[in-house]
Structures are given as structure tokens and as C-alpha cells.
């Protein structure tokens, strides 16, 4: 079946220092691949996507390339600040599933001063 | 304004009561979800709606239950709550014309927790 498979927190980090956040998945077909933000106390708000193989996304800093040959979607961002202490989720979209979404378990990242 | 709405944001009941949840929307999107995140699960889908006649379960759908009142409305059910469904639960909309990439807005979440 499908399924979304992230490193597991909790992670800390020092302001400016280099993030990587692994999320692998596994899928019939080819999906579609989003991380997903949950600021404290807030719902999950969209980050960035990819459609399709070595497809990139970025947003706010953060990137992350579609790896179809290792099935990865790694979370990367070169300087993280305060402001990103959040949960981030990993998650797939299939075309035969009705446009629903199959989250990771979330990876909640801390970022001190 | 918030496009997604959840009321109650918190919520504290006893086992065995029924309790309904509920969100509303003014995206104007036809497809609603129910989801609960548990430390370390993720979300997990209970019901998706894709519009207000067409109603499914989701992975998890067992002791819950749902009315899609309107087009804007859509709420989840739990008909005799029980102390494993304490979770913190979302609601979500999309809008199935945005085939690019489906992106899913949810609402500030619920807090439930069942003594």
C-alpha cells in the first residue's frame, strides 16, 4: 500500500544552522509529494509541492526534490530561524485515491536563539 | 477572516457521551475531510466528502460518523465517546478544479479529550 515515512523527532537546531528534514515513500503509480507545516497551536498549512519526478519545490526558504529512483522528498532549508519551530509533515497524493492525502508521522522541529 | 472553522476548539466529556463536532468553510470547495493527529501517527483520515451526497470512510472510520449539512458544513460524530479517541482532530477542504497539485486548507483543530 502507500504509505509516507519521515525521520522521527523531536529536532534542534541553532539559528542558522542547516536543516534536513528525510521523508521517504512508498506508492503505486506516481504520486504527487507535499510537505505540510504545523505551526503551534495552528492546522497543517501547505509548504511546498512537486507533481512529478526531479521536480523541486520551494517555499519561504525551504526546498525539496522530487527523487523518483530512492522514492525521497527530503525537507531542506540552508539557515532555519526561530520562526520555523514547527511540526513538519511529509505526505503523497495518488491520482487513485481521490485526490486524498497520506501523511509521514511528522517531524517537530525546534530552532533556539 | 479564517476559511476553515472548528468549533469547539477544545472539548473535555466523559466516556460513553456523544459529541459532535463541527467545521465550516467559506472557500466555496466541495471536498471536506475529517483527519485525527495522535503523537507520532500523523493524520489519518476518518471521512471525506466530495460533496454533500457522497460521503466515504476513510482508514479509520470505526465509532464516528458524519452529516455534510451543506456545501459549507460538515461535521464528525462520536456516537459513545471513548478515552483512545482523545486527539487533537482537523478538518479540511479542497477544491477538485485545482488538479495541479490538490492542495488541502484545514481548520485550527479541535481538542478532544475523553475521561
Known amino acids: 500500500g502507500n504509505s509516507v515515512t519521515q525521520m522521527e523527532g523531536p529536532v534542534t537546531l541553532s539559528e542558522e544552522a542547516f536543516l534536513t528534514i528525510n521523508c521517504t515513500y512508498t506508492a503505486t503509480g506516481y504520486p504527487s509529494l507535499f510537505w505540510y507545516v504545523q505551526y503551534p497551536g495552528e492546522g497543517l498549512q501547505l509548504l511546498l509541492k512537486?507533481?512529478?519526478?526531479?521536480d523541486k519545490g520551494s517555499n519561504k526558504g525551504f526546498e525539496a526534490t522530487y527523487r523518483k529512483e530512492t522514492t525521497s522528498f527530503h525537507l531542506e532549508k540552508g539557515s532555519v530561524q526561530v520562526s520555523d519551530s514547527a511540526v513538519y509533515f511529509c505526505?503523497?497524493?495518488?491520482?487513485?485515491?481521490?485526490?486524498?492525502?497520506?501523511f509521514g508521522q511528522g517531524t517537530e522541529l525546534s530552532v533556539k536563539p | 477572516d479564517a476559511d476553515v472553522t472548528q468549533t469547539p476548539r477544545n472539548r473535555i466529556t466523559k466516556t460513553g457521551k456523544r459529541i459532535m463536532l463541527e467545521c465550516s468553510q467559506t472557500?466555496?470547495?466541495?471536498?471536506m475531510y475529517w483527519y485525527r493527529q495522535d503523537p507520532g501517527l500523523g493524520l489519518r483520515l476518518i471521512y471525506y466528502?466530495?460533496?454533500?451526497?457522497?460521503?466515504n470512510k476513510g482508514e479509520i472510520s470505526d465509532g464516528y460518523s458524519v452529516s455534510r449539512q451543506a456545501q459549507a458544513k460538515f461535521s464528525l460524530s462520536l456516537e459513545s465517546a471513548i478515552p483512545n479517541q482523545t486527539a487533537l482532530y482537523f478538518c479540511?477542504?479542497?477544491?477538485?478544479?485545482?488538479?495541479?497539485?490538490?492542495?488541502?486548507?484545514f481548520g485550527p483543530g479541535t481538542r478532544l479529550t475523553v475521561l
Open positions: 479540511a477542504t479542497s477544491d477538485p478544479l485545482n488538479t495541479n497539485y490538490n492542495e488541502q486548507f
Open positions: 472557500k466555496g470547495h466541495d471536498r
Open positions: 505526505a503523497l497524493r495518488t491520482i487513485n485515491r481521490g485526490g486524498k492525502l497520506i
Open positions: 466528502s466530495f460533496d454533500v451526497k457522497d460521503i
Open positions: 512537486a507533481t512529478k519526478a526531479d
